[in-house]
């Protein structure tokens, strides 16, 4: 079992940067898929961006080309980079830990909440326009 802590958000303006990122302790997350959700108020929670043991990433549509995910092993940190920031990314941010897929079954299930078992406490991200 890994503990995931998320921090780094806050209020930004339309078109603003932010970056989260979620400590990860009690295991190394290295063997870990790993990935972030949101979840805006009234929403059901949706995938963002997953990352696979082979660093291999996916994003939702709404996101391409806007968020960046990554990943330092050395430091059991997780990574969203958040560029060109819009109102409709406002949400409460989660990130999550699963068990390691690769190739195809990453593709098939990195947005799917069941694939992941650790999940944090999330962190609030607000655009305003």
């Known amino acids: 079992q890994v503990q995931l802590v998320e921090s780094g958000g806050g209020s930004v303006q339309s078109g603003g940067s932010l970056r989260l990122s979620c400590a990860a302790s009690?295991?190394?997350?290295?063997?870990?898929?790993m990935g972030w959700f949101r979840q805006a108020p009234g929403k059901e929670r949706e995938g963002v961006a997953g990352?696979?043991?082979?660093?291999?990433?996916a994003y939702a549509d709404s996101v391409k080309g806007r968020f960046t995910i990554s990943q330092d092993n050395a430091k059991n940190t997780l990574y969203l980079q958040m560029n060109s920031l819009k109102p409709e990314d406002t949400a409460m941010y989660y990130c999550?830990?699963?068990?390691?897929?690769?190739?195809?079954?990453?593709?098939?299930?990195?947005?799917?909440?069941?694939?992941?078992?650790?999940w944090g406490q999330g962190t609030q991200v607000t655009v305003s326009s």
């Open positions: 999550a830990a699963g068990t390691g897929r690769t190739g195809l079954m990453f593709r098939l299930l990195w947005a799917r909440e069941s694939a992941y078992k650790d």
């Open positions: 009690g295991d190394t997350y290295a063997g870990y898929s």
């Open positions: 990352i696979n043991t082979d660093g291999r990433t």
